[in-house]
Every structure is written in structure tokens, then in C-alpha cells.
């Protein structure tokens, strides 16, 4: 669920952010000039067209790309917290390092498509791996308690605990929502930090997606997380669907994403089928969100029509 508008624009961006994060990283014991320092130590933000109040509001520095594509960047010398506001959906991310926002100035009436939030799981630099899958699984919790649902690719099959974590694991570079309901064992959390596991979820028209690269330490056990979640909207979830077609296409995406997730549909059948039924269990009872009802498109044309 990458928002994807121009490819060397948001490279950039990122490549920005990941730069400021380890600056901050390496200065985050002192007091360094070097790094810009922001007085605001909490930050709301709305997915959609307030995002852009949000930003305007609170100090983001602003990046312009000739395509329309814009972003919103917020970083701090020492951790902020981001409170994500999404009507009783909301819940705090604490230790951000760097928050940024992108949108694209074509659909001025979508606002902010996606935020990116990075941070520590912890605010100590290094922490064991017992540590750092309980808070983690903590801060999973937390995203459930505010009412968020797991959501499963549309192509990929519909798993539960440790039977989603199973398939996961068994492909290099395969990329699959966990569940958040089952935590691992430390042995088998050892395994998903090579992977930078994911945990995508869903809520009122908007998706949430939790991830995290490893960085072993000299000391044995112990290493640091850098921890990204992203909030993105419905649009920007499904953009790559859209990235080849016309600009009214894109602005009227809800008219045709049906027809488009035809063939992704297909593909859950088909891998679901590969499974070893002795091994794997469907989880017929998962719900996809609104927007994946094989009749979600002819339903929105008829509202446009009126």
C-alpha cells in the first residue's frame, strides 16, 4: 500500500528522512546545533484533506514536485509523539524520529494520501529481542483495542496466527500480513526480523501498516528497530491499480476498482488451493473492507450518478 506518484520524488523524500533519522541517531545523547530542533513534541494528524491543515499547522517543512506531487516533513532532535486522529479509531506512536506526509496537488480534494511515520519501539537505542517483540505486540494491541481490522491483501490467502507467520517465512521476499493476535516465540520472532515483518490492518476507509527493519548489535541479543507505520487512504491503497491510466480514471477510481481486482481475486483462489489442507486452515470468516465487494463499483456509480 505504497503511494506511488513519482517514483524518484518519493525516493528522494525517504532517502531524506532516512538520513535525518540516523543524524538524529547519532546525536540523540547530546544537544548537537546540527540537528533542527522543534518545540512541539506532540503532533496530530487526520488522513485526508485535513492532513493538509495538520501540516500547515504544525511547523512541516514542504517539498513541491513539478507532477504535483508534495510532501510534509516534521523530524525531532529528541522523540515525538504522533497522536493519529481518525474518529474513535485514533492511537499515539511515541519515539518518532521523523514524520512525513505526501499527497498529490492533482486531486486537491484528497488532502494527505499517506503518512509515514518513523520511530524506536523503545527509547533506549539497543534492546533485547524479548523486549522488542512484546512492545511491539503491545503496540499492536493498542492499534486493535482502537478498532482496527486485519486486512489480507486481495491476492493473498486468508490466514490466522501461527499458520500466516508459517507462510510468511517460507518464501524469501514474500510480503504478507501477520496476524497480530498471535505472538511469537522468541525463536520464531528471531526469524521474522530478517524478513521486515508486516502487519496491515484496516478502519473506516482508511489502512494501517506497521513494519520494521532489524540492526544487529555487537552485543549478543541486543539491536536497534527502526519501526514505520503508515496510514494511508483508500486511494492511495489502491493507487497502484491505477498508476497506468488517465487522470479521470485515477480522480473516479471507486467506478472501476472492481473490474480491477478481478484477476487479484483469482489469485487468492489459486494460492489458497496450493495450500496443504492438513497444514494450512482458510479463514473464510475474514472480512475485506467495502471497497473489495464484487459490487462496490457498480454501487458507486450509481451514486455518482446523483
Known sequence: MNFIKNKIFVVCVVGFALVVFFTIEKFASGSDERVISMNQNLVKIHPGVEGIYDAKSQGFEVMN?????????KHWDNSGTVKVVHGSRGFEINNV??????GDGNFPGRGVDNWDVLFSISSK??????????????LL????????????????????GRQAMIYALAEPGRIYSLDSKYTPTLEEWGKLIDIEPRW?????????????????????????????VEISTASDAYAAYFSRDSVEKKKNWKEYL???????????????????????????????PPFESPD?????????AH
Open 200 to 228: 496491515n490492518f484496516y478502519a473506516d476507509g482508511v489502512f494501517v501498516s506497521l513494519t520494521f527493519s532489524y540492526h544487529a548489535s555487537s552485543n549478543p541479543g541486543m539491536g536497534s528497530y527502526l519501526m514505520d
Open 97 to 102: 524520529a521523523i514524520l512525513t506526509a505526501l
Open 125 to 138: 537505542k539497543e534492546i533485547s529481542l524479548e523486549e522488542a517483540r512484546d512492545r511491539t505486540m503491545e
Open 258 to 288: 472492481s473490474d480491477k481486482l478481478l484477476s487479484v481475486r483469482e489469485e487468492r483462489v489459486k494460492a489458497e488451493a496450493k495450500l496443504d489442507p492438513h497444514e494450512f486452515t482458510i479463514d473464510t470468516s475474514y472480512q475485506a
Open 65 to 73: 514536485h513539478p507532477s504535483g506531487v508534495f510532501s510534509y516533513t
Open 141 to 160: 494491541e493498542k492499534i486493535r483495542a482502537a478498532g482496527w481490522q486485519r486486512y489480507v491483501e486481495t491476492s493473498d490467502p486468508r490466514l490466522l
Open 296 to 304: 462496490f463499483s457498480a454501487k458507486a456509480k450509481v451514486d455518482a
